[in-house]
């Protein structure tokens, strides 16, 4: 009943807390020892964590990526809603925070699930293209620094399977974003990425305004199709290309 979405004040989002939050003790407490830290700000919302937990799940997703770790609350929410052969390859170059989130990823025993990359994430992901995981990954969560936004798409877009999921944090940047008036390097970073994300045809995109803002992107079932095309030589229209992208998800995925 809104053709607008709803400005979230502090009762409201303490209220969203009480009744739309189902969190872990040991994510609570991991919000308890982030909250006295440097750089606590940057540790994502509980509900959006919930959010995340429950794009998982309905993705049926088992290989995942988390692009900035920090004390590994993202890392540690996806892990728990994956499979027991799920896994997260998570990427950071702070030792010090990452040292805390082992600590909890042990306590919650999900260490054997989250693989932690301790090195500049844009080399980790390249690694991985480099080892033949290009079009395997199930969910991919950016979060790392903002001035790399650009590497971390098109690395992810190459590495997310075909009807997979990437999640792209803080697209809305504290509202700087939409103030002409600011034009620093990280925000010019992000609002470039959401300019391209709108107009990139390789997706479905959704920018859900939680937490700082999160753009979810699908990528296309094309890839396999294109693939299919060039080996077959032949034209096909959009019902038949949508017809054999379907047919591939299905026997590479169900
Ligand atoms: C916003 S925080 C991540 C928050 C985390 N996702 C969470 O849920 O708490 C961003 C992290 O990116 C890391 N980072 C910054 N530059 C990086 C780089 N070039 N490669 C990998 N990680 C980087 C920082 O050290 C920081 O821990």
Redesign the pocket.
């Known amino acids: 009943m809104s053709t607008k979405t709803i400005q979230m004040t502090p009762a409201l989002s303490t209220y969203l807390q009480t009744v739309g939050l189902r969190e872990a003790a040991i994510l609570t407490q991991l919000r308890a020892k982030?909250a006295q830290m440097t750089?606590a700000q940057?540790?994502?919302s509980p509900e959006q964590?919930q959010f995340m937990a429950m794009l998982v799940t309905l993705l049926g997703a088992k290989k995942t990526i988390?692009?900035?770790?920090?004390?590994?609350?993202?890392?540690?929410?996806v892990a728990l809603a994956l499979p027991d052969d799920g896994n997260v390859i998570?990427?950071?170059?702070?030792k010090q925070?990452?040292d805390i989130?082992k600590r909890f990823w042990c306590n919650a025993h999900m260490e054997n699930k989250i693989d932690l990359r301790l090195?500049?994430?844009?080399?980790?992901l390249q690694q991985l293209m480099a080892a033949g995981e290009a079009n395997t990954f199930d969910f991919i969560?950016i979060?790392?620094?903002k001035n790399?936004y650009a590497a971390y798409y098109e690395l992810s877009l190459q590495l997310v399977r075909p009807g997979g999921l990437i999640a792209i944090?803080?697209v809305l940047w504290n509202g700087r974003v939409a103030d002409p008036a600011i034009n620093d390097e990280a925000t010019l970073s992000i609002r470039a990425l959401n300019a391209k994300i709108h107009d990139d045809e390789r997706v479905m995109m959704s920018l859900v305004p939680i937490g700082d803002g999160l753009t979810l992107v699908r990528k296309n079932l094309t890839d396999h199709v294109d693939h299919r095309l060039a080996k077959e030589g032949n034209k096909l229209d959009i019902k038949e290309e949508q017809e054999m992208a379907d047919e591939d998800l299905r026997k590479d995925y169900f």
């Open positions: 982030t750089g940057m540790q994502i964590g988390d692009i900035g770790t920090f004390t590994g609350y993202s890392a540690l929410v998570t990427c950071d170059i702070n925070a990452t989130a090195a500049p994430a844009v080399e980790t969560f979060d790392a620094d790399n944090d803080n």
